[in-house]
Nanobody, 115 residues
Framework: QVQLVESGGGLVQAGGSLTLSCAASRSMFSGNAMGWYRQAPGKQRELVARVTRGGSTNYADSVLGRFTISRDNAKNTVYLRMNSLKPEDTAVYYC?????????WGQGTQVTVSS
């Protein structure tokens, strides 16, 4: 059974921090690079951070130096630590495999950054 459950979003002032968590089913998590995606109103969903099973990471230029992705392979969980948040980070955040291999998305978690 495929499952992705994101949590940890909320309302924060610019400059603040949040940590997102994503619990994935083992079938989704094992062997896959995992990533955090976001979709702002009126925009396409974009990949912002990726972590391989071995822990190598990549980031979109817009979040480089501010966001940190990590994973716990024993818990089938991926995290996103977000520092120095900006209003333009406001979006619904989703986790999924990278690349996406199954057309399934969790409910996401809303992050709203006020100026």
């Amino acid at each position: 059974q495929v499952q992705l459950v994101e949590s940890g979003g909320g309302l924060v002032q610019a400059g603040g921090s949040l940590t997102l968590s994503c619990a994935a089913s083992r079938s989704m998590f094992s062997g896959n690079a995992m990533g955090w995606y976001r979709q702002a109103p009126g925009k396409q969903r974009e990949l912002v951070a990726r972590v391989t099973r071995g822990g190598s990471t990549n980031y979109a230029d817009s979040v480089l130096g501010r966001f940190t992705i990590s994973r716990d392979n024993a818990k089938n969980t991926v995290y996103l630590r977000m520092n120095s948040l900006k209003p333009e980070d406001t979006a619904v955040y989703y986790c999924n495999a990278v690349p996406v291999t199954i057309n399934y998305w969790g409910q996401g978690t809303q992050v709203t950054v006020s100026s």
